[in-house]
């Protein structure tokens, strides 16, 4: 599936609707269009979900969310 620019742009400095607890910054100039983790969405190894699946995510988020970032946080 071709990539939604349009999702993308329109992401720029909206709020993060992920705020994770604990998570200090959610700053609108960093939200990006975050493809959804799960496999249900339709990700698989070295493919992202379908472009709809997805939400608002200030960078801190955004690495929660891909686990980039180690967090107490349950994944569920």
Same mark, same amino acid.
């Given at each position: 599936m071709k990539p939604n620019n349009k999702i993308r742009q329109a992401a720029k400095g909206e709020t993060c609707t992920l705020l994770f607890p604990g998570v200090? #910054?959610?700053d609108p100039a960093t939200v990006v269009w975050a493809h959804s983790p799960f496999p249900g969405d339709g990700k698989s190894m070295g493919a992202k979900s379908?472009?709809?699946c997805?939400?608002?995510?200030c960078h801190a988020c955004h690495d929660i969310l891909d686990s980039r #970032?180690?967090?107490k946080l349950d994944r569920d």
């Open positions: 200090g #910054v959610h379908y472009e709809f997805g939400c608002l995510a #970032v180690k967090t």
